[in-house]
């Protein structure tokens, strides 16, 4: 389990919703580089992937794309879906991810 404690891990600089997902998906991908899933037969992808690209607009942009396993009982669960994803593994939150 990656464990959080959101009093005091989350950088308090974070203010939008926007900035606590690329918080959240910026500090998995960096505490499970090479995690992976078989999206189909032969398709093996990262678990978590980030990038920066230039979009046609030429806004600079981040890509997030998450893989996050999902307990089977989530079809008849009353909890809300985020609370039906798996840990992708057990580490801790690196240090240069809660400070400012």
């Given at each position: 389990m990656t464990a959080l404690n959101i009093a005091t891990q989350i950088p308090n600089s974070i203010v939008t919703l926007e900035q606590l997902v690329?918080?959240?998906?910026?500090?998995?991908?960096?505490?499970?580089?090479?995690?992976?899933?078989?999206?189909?037969?032969?398709?093996?992808?990262?678990?978590?992937?980030?990038?920066?690209?230039?979009?046609a607009e030429e806004t600079t942009q981040l890509l997030l794309r998450l893989s996050l396993k999902l307990d089977p009982a989530y079809i008849t669960?009353?909890?809300?879906?985020?609370?039906?994803?798996?840990?992708?593994?057990?580490?801790?939150?690196?240090?240069?991810?809660?400070?400012?």
């Open positions: 690329a918080w959240g998906a910026l500090t998995l991908s960096r505490m499970y580089p090479d995690k992976s899933v078989l999206e189909s037969e032969t398709v093996r992808e990262l678990s978590v992937q980030t990038g920066i690209f230039t979009s669960d009353t909890r809300k879906l985020w609370m039906s994803v798996d840990e992708l593994g057990s580490g801790n939150i690196p240090a240069s991810f809660t400070s400012n």
